[in-house]
């Protein structure tokens, strides 16, 4: 049984860093590509970053390149998203997902529960 587990959200202030890390289990040796998506409060879910399965290829949406960044850590089977300079607009629950390496959730198979990031000062 796959199960992927966020963590790290939380409330930080505008310009903060925060890092949110996706355990995962049942992923035969992390053989799936990885991403992180977002929903903000009455929007759509939006594509954050994707890492390919080897951690080689990674991918940021441009709402975020330059801030956030992702990667992975294949032996604890752990998938971090460091996010920089946050304000307002990257306020949102964040989702862990694995599938394919894409930008678009219906290429994603499984998903995590989510965790919430609230920017506000």
């Known amino acids: 049984q796959v199960r992927l587990v966020e963590s790290g959200g939380g409330l930080v202030q505008p310009g903060d860093s925060r890092r949110l890390t996706c355990a995962a289990s049942g992923l035969p040796n992390f053989t799936y590509p990885m991403a992180w998506f977002r929903q903000g409060p009455g929007k759509e879910r939006e594509f954050v970053c994707a890492i390919g399965s080897s951690g080689r290829l990674r991918y940021c949406a441009d709402s975020v390149k330059g801030r956030f960044s992702i990667s992975l850590d294949r032996t604890k089977n752990i ?20 599938g394919l390496f894409s930008n678009s ?13 609230t920017v506000s000062s």
């Open 79 to 98: 998938v971090t998203l460091q996010m920089d300079s946050l304000n307002p607009e990257d306020t949102a629950q964040y989702l862990c997902a694995a």
């Open 105 to 117: 959730s219906r290429g994603y198979n499984y998903w995590g529960q989510g965790t919430q990031i």
